[in-house]
């Protein structure tokens, strides 16, 4: 204590403190008093008893918890200049602070300070939003592509189209080219120093250097069939001209109108020889590489020091064979840190679970977890020389429901099948080969009809560009290519790939319809297969799939003969009750029977119904199966 402390309404006992120090004399000036770490109350040179604090212009306030985009600027906040950001969460005791400048994205734009999202198919310049506001231009399109859901996509192979395609605007088609379209035209005569081919498909495009006349297309300079030959790296597949694959190479002149042809591998690099810039060099000095690298996909040479790039971990590695870590039994990974026995598996997924109560992006997070250690443990086994087909098979893990999204847990639930998790190996810059058989080493990674009771959720690598592709037996069924994090294009095979389809998955999983499959996107899995359905077909319906029941068959999967042709036997719960309970004149359906024809339908119904009561009588509490895919009788 002070001496000469006061008593009465002051405490007598309290000696205020700064750290190890008293509280300085301060004359009662209360900034002086609060700068102090530990003086917080005080009058003239006296503590101040708690119960006398109440009103005494003396004590000195709590410090300000600066708010979001605000800084401390002589002990107190103030509001960031525009186009500066800040967190929130800055004391005003503890001394000044600075904002940062916000930097806009390229696919964003300058307004009022702020940066604001473009609209789709548009782009901004991005920067500095300190500065004046900006606007956001149309992306456009290169040549050979085509716009999609307001994306530029490449144009599938032996198609064409003009570059300046606006991906702002609606959608755009790629074009067959005018010979391949009219093969055999009905007239072929010289016009001028040109030909003019006359076809009976008038809706014919012309493309390249062909121009429209007279209901057919001219070409200004050709005056023979000459012009209709494949050129230089084209090849021929079912009379059409189709382009080399990356890595090989072909000769003008090819008849498409002639047998299949298939163009040349470029020479693979030698030893210590790598890809750059398209083409072979010698490595770096004290690096080497395995002969074998492919143009033009570049690549790196290795340090003299590391297994094909890699540091084996000692303890678990038999040696460095053929430039990959050979692991011990129960080992794997590409330097061998992975522990792939069972039990080893089991405590990766025990410890990536966690979170009892796991939010999305905790279940996220955990397929991450799952997926990085499977990618991996691919990446050793292909290392070895297996094939990615039978490496994707032998480092795929299995898990449960509970592993996956919201959305996934129900419809994999319903199939009743083992969920596992499998990956692809990054192939942004490989062409696929399906065109030439499903088992071909670019084909078919898994095969849906080979273990019907797990369904395998193969995750296409996340660089953009990189694909995977499904069969069943020696039917292709779907490729997916990776546009973005939650973004794919998706392809159905049909003596060739079809056009492509966008899916956007931000919302969770969506059902795709493919070759009489329902593939679940997200990643890639054959949620309903031939298989599944028994006497039927697999079909999209809202948010889960149902099984299209051949004439005499019924159940879930139509694997039950059906016992009558009444309506009363078909199960209406997700359908909105019957409408009728007899004859069904042949096989029952939904729309036969029921008051509505789709599950998704009679939920779209359900939504628009407020009041409970409502609720009840529409009969929207007897389904077993609801919006998202999310039963309502397990809560699953």
């Given at each position: 204590m002070f001496a000469g402390a006061h008593t009465g309404g002051l405490d007598p006992t309290c000696t205020p403190t700064c750290g190890a120090a008293l509280c300085p004399p301060h004359n009662g000036d209360k900034t002086a008093c609060c700068a102090e770490q530990g003086c917080a109350y005080a009058a003239g040179n006296d503590c101040i008893a708690e119960g006398d604090l109440a009103g005494n212009p003396n004590l000195c306030n709590a410090p300000t918890t600066c708010a979001e985009n605000e800084h401390v600027s002589g002990g107190a906040c103030k509001a960031c200049a525009a186009g500066k950001v800040r967190p929130a969460g800055d004391k005003s005791d503890g001394g000044d602070t600075e904002c940062t400048t916000l930097v806009c994205s390229q696919k964003e734009k300058i307004s009022s300070n702020t940066c604001v999202a473009c609209p789709a198919g548009k782009t901004g310049t991005g920067g500095d939003a300190t500065g004046a506001d900006t606007t956001c231009t149309a992306t456009l399109c290169l040549e050979n592509q085509r716009v999609l859901s307001n994306l530029c996509r490449d144009c599938a192979s032996g198609k064409s189209s003009s570059a300046g395609a606006d991906a702002s605007g609606t959608d755009t088609t790629c074009q067959e080219p005018v010979c391949n379209a009219c093969p055999v035209p009905l007239d072929m005569k010289a016009v001028g120093v040109g030909t003019k081919v006359v076809c009976e498909d008038t809706s014919i495009q012309c493309v390249g250097e062909w121009v429209a006349y007279g209901g057919g297309c001219y070409h200004p300079t050709c005056t023979t069939l000459s012009c209709c030959s494949c050129a230089e790296n084209e090849r021929v597949w079912k009379n059409k001209c189709l382009p080399c694959r990356r890595g090989t190479v072909s000769a003008a002149g090819a008849d498409p109108a002639g047998a299949d042809t298939s163009c040349t591998k470029i020479a693979p690099c030698l030893?210590?020889?790598?890809?750059?810039?398209?083409?072979?060099?010698?490595?770096?000095?004290?690096?080497?590489?395995?002969?074998?690298?492919?143009?033009?996909?570049?690549?790196?040479?290795?340090?003299?020091?590391?297994?094909?790039?890699?540091?084996?971990?000692?303890?678990?590695?038999?040696?460095?064979?053929?430039?990959?870590?050979?692991?011990?039994?129960?080992?794997?990974?590409?330097?061998?840190?992975?522990?792939?026995?069972?039990?080893?598996?089991?405590?990766?997924?025990?410890?990536?679970?966690?979170?009892?109560?796991?939010?999305?992006?905790?279940?996220?997070?955990?397929?991450?977890?799952?997926?990085?250690?499977?990618?991996?443990?691919?990446?050793?086994?292909?290392?070895?020389?297996?094939?990615?087909?039978?490496?994707?098979?032998?480092?795929?893990?299995?898990?449960?429901?509970?592993?996956?999204?919201?959305?996934?847990?129900?419809?994999?639930?319903?199939s009743a099948k083992i969920p596992v998790i499998a990956v692809a190996p990054e192939n942004k810059d490989e062409d696929d080969t399906c065109d030439e058989g499903f088992d071909t080493p670019g084909c078919a990674m898994v095969d849906l009809s080979s273990n019907t009771e797990e369904i395998v959720i193969l995750t296409t690598d996340p660089a953009p560009g990189s694909w995977s592709i499904l069969s069943a037996g020696s039917a292709i069924v779907s490729k997916q290519t990776r546009v973005s994090e939650f973004v794919y294009a998706m392809q159905c095979w049909n003596d060739g790939w079809g056009d492509e389809e966008i899916v956007d998955t931000t919302g969770g999983a969506e059902l795709y319809e493919c070759n009489s499959n329902v593939v679940l996107i997200g990643s890639q899995a054959g949620i309903c297969t031939p298989n599944t359905c028994v006497h039927g077909n697999c079909t999209v319906d809202g948010t889960t799939y149902v099984c299209s029941c051949d004439a005499g068959y019924t159940g879930d999967n139509c694997e039950l003969t059906a016992p009558s042709s009444m309506c009363y036997d078909f199960d209406c719960s997700n359908y909105g009750g019957h409408k009728t309970l007899g004859h069904c004149g042949g096989a029952c359906t939904a729309s036969i029977c029921c008051n509505y024809g789709s599950i998704s339908a009679f939920d779209t119904h359900c939504g628009t119904l407020s009041a409970a009561a409502d609720y009840v009588e529409a009969r929207c509490c007897h389904r077993s199966v609801c919006l998202d895919g999310v039963s309502i009788l397990t809560g699953s």
């Open positions: 030893e210590n020889q790598h890809v750059s810039s398209g083409q072979c060099e010698a490595c770096p000095s004290g690096k080497h590489k395995a002969a074998g690298d492919q143009p033009p996909i570049n690549s790196e040479c290795w340090d003299a020091s590391t297994c094909g790039g890699d540091v084996c971990v000692e303890a678990n590695t038999v040696s460095c064979k053929d430039h990959a870590c050979e692991c011990k039994s129960g080992y794997g990974g590409s330097t061998c840190d992975k522990d792939i026995t069972p039990s080893g598996v089991q405590k990766l997924i025990r410890e990536a679970r966690k979170n009892p109560f796991p939010t999305n992006a905790d279940i996220l997070q955990r397929q991450n977890t799952i997926k990085t250690f499977v990618k991996d443990t691919l990446k050793q086994k292909l290392k070895e020389g297996a094939s990615v087909k039978d490496a994707i098979s032998e480092t795929k893990i299995t898990v449960e429901t509970q592993d996956l999204p919201q959305k996934a847990q129900a419809l994999v639930a319903k």
